[in-house]
């Protein structure tokens, strides 16, 4: 079974500034997919970023963009030049073709960009 | 906007009844999930549906049920409802040959008295 953990239950940055979202994640699968998700209070989840697990490059979305540790079964969100409108839960994701293609969440963090 | 509508947004229920909720998604999303979002917490993957035959399912009673329809809808149906049934639940269909991105629906809000 795949685990999704987010150690950060709650995150504030200054408009305009950098922040970074942690993600760690367990399985024993070696294709994979990872992905963020930002749901406001609007309850929509919205797609952020997708990265592959084949793919070494570090996936980058405009502002958002990834680090993605492999070996550290680690992946990170990082949101540059924050915007009040970013201000939602974000929830890391893992999903494997060999397990079924269902989404796996963290338990979220919830950012707040203050003006 | 992705194209998943759901419906109602809010529903009220006692505990015993039966509730449906619906989804209704792109053409040509052949794959829909569902998932269960309880408060403060990250969503839970009920089952999934692909070309209208159940595709999977996470850790829940048979009491929850679904249908998917040719037309790209799709329902979540619960019985005999229990007090910790009161969720978000949320709709997620995707596109075949694109399996690994789903599109969410806003969601309906469940709760049970």
Same mark, same amino acid.
């Given at each position: ?33 990872? @992905? ?27 502002? @958002? ?39 796996? @969440? ?10 | ?15 015993? &009844? &039966? ?6 998604? &792109? ?10 979002? =309880?408060?403060? &917490? ?44 009161? =969720? ?26």
């Amino acid at each position: 079974a795949q685990t999704v953990t987010q150690s950060q239950p709650e995150m504030s940055v200054q408009e305009a500034e950098t922040v970074t979202l942690s993600c760690t994640y367990d399985t024993s699968e070696s294709n994979y997919y990872l @992905f963020w998700y930002k749901q406001p209070p609007s309850r929509q989840m919205i797609l952020v970023i997708r990265q592959e697990a084949y793919k070494q490059q570090n996936a980058t979305e405009n502002r @958002f963009s990834v680090n993605f540790q492999k070996a550290a079964k680690s992946f990170s969100l990082k949101i540059s030049d924050s915007q009040l409108g970013d201000t939602a839960m974000y929830f890391c994701a893992f999903m494997s073709p060999n397990a079924g293609n269902m989404l796996t @969440f963290g338990g979220g963090t919830r950012l707040m960009v203050k003006p | 906007e992705t194209g998943v509508t759901q419906s109602p947004t809010h529903l009220i229920k006692t505990r015993g &009844q &039966q509730v449906t909720l619906r989804c209704s998604s &792109q053409s040509g999303h052949n794959t829909v999930s569902w998932y269960q979002q =309880a408060l403060g &917490q990250g969503p839970q993957f009920i089952f999934q549906y692909y070309r209208e035959e159940e595709n999977g399912r996470g850790n829940f009673p048979p009491r929850f049920s679904g249908l998917q329809f040719p037309n790209y809808s799709s329902e979540l149906n619960v019985n005999a409802l229990e007090l910790d049934d009161s =969720a978000l639940y949320l709709c997620a269909s995707s596109l075949e040959g694109t399996k690994n991105i789903q599109y969410f629906g806003a969601g309906t809000r469940l709760s049970v008295l």
